[in-house]
Nanobody, 124 residues
Framework: QVQLVEAGGGLVQAGGSLRLSCASS????????LGWFRRAPGKEREFVAA????????DYADSVKGRFTISRDNTKNTVYLQMNSLKPEDTAVYYC?????????????????WGQGTQVTVST
């Protein structure tokens, strides 16, 4: 059974940082591109970042470019999202996703597996 388990969410002041992690089990981790999405209250889920199988290729939403960094450790079956300079509008539940497709299409095509999400709240 495939599981993706996010961790690292919490409450932080604007301008602060958080590091999310997503640990996977039950899948061949290195064969999957990985992504982070978020859903803010009353809004649709939106793409945040994606990373290719080898970690050399990444993709970001314009709203987080320069502030967020996605990375992966294939030896630990874990993907990370380092979030700096957080803003109140970053408040959302953050989800990780795994896809057999290319990282570049993660933002627009259905993903194979999803985590349950972790809450990030940024206060003013």
């Amino acid at each position: 059974q495939v599981q993706l388990v996010e961790a690292g969410g919490g409450l932080v002041q604007a301008g602060g940082s958080l590091r999310l992690s997503c640990a996977s089990s039950g899948l061949t981790f290195g064969s999957y591109a990985l992504g982070w999405f978020r859903r803010a209250p009353g809004k649709e889920r939106e793409f945040v970042a994606a990373i290719g199988r080898s970690a050399s290729m990444t993709d970001y939403a314009d709203s987080v470019k320069g502030r967020f960094t996605i990375s992966r450790d294939n030896t630990k079956n874990t993907v990370y999202l380092q979030m700096n300079s957080l803003k109140p509008e970053d408040t959302a539940v953050y989800y990780c996703a795994a896809s057999r497709r290319s990282y570049i299409v993660i933002r627009t095509t259905p993903n194979d597996y999803w985590g349950q999400g972790t809450q990030v709240t940024v206060s003013t």
